[in-house]
């Protein structure tokens, strides 16, 4: 098993951070069939003020192309990622058009 860690920034508005909780804690389940058929066992979203963070343990199938190709595909992925960037903000350090980004390990007890 393998475990990546991303952040992300969402709009600093509360009225946009509600709705974008509520459309996780309410998700479609086809985004769910997506993220499960892409290898990734676990997926948690923890947020502080606008500052998303996500851990992801994923089996030996998972990579990050495999899943952008699969999300490409899928139609209904394209619907869910067009919305919830009405909510979300690319965090300053990243390039055009990337969302999510890895983070580094820095410590481990």
């Known amino acids: 098993m393998n475990r990546y860690c991303l952040a992300l920034d969402l709009i ?3 009225t946009l951070i509600r ?3 509520y459309y996780h804690q309410n998700g479609w389940p086809e985004i769910k069939a997506s993220i499960l058929d892409a290898g990734i ?6 947020r502080i003020g606008n500052r998303l963070f996500m851990i992801m343990d994923t ?11 699969m999300d ?6 394209q619907e869910w990622e067009t919305l919830m960037w ?5 965090l ?3 390039k055009p058009g990337e969302k999510w980004l ?5 410590f481990q007890l």
């Open 72 to 77: 490409a595909a899928n139609p209904k992925v």
């Open 19 to 21: 709705q974008y909780e």
């Open 59 to 69: 089996d030996a199938s998972f990579s990050f192309e495999k899943k952008a190709a």
């Open 102 to 106: 890895l983070m580094d390990k820095i």
């Open 86 to 90: 009405t909510y979300q903000q690319s």
């Open 92 to 94: 300053p350090q990243a």
């Open 41 to 46: 066992l676990n997926m948690e979203i923890y």
């Open 12 to 14: 600093d508005d509360p």
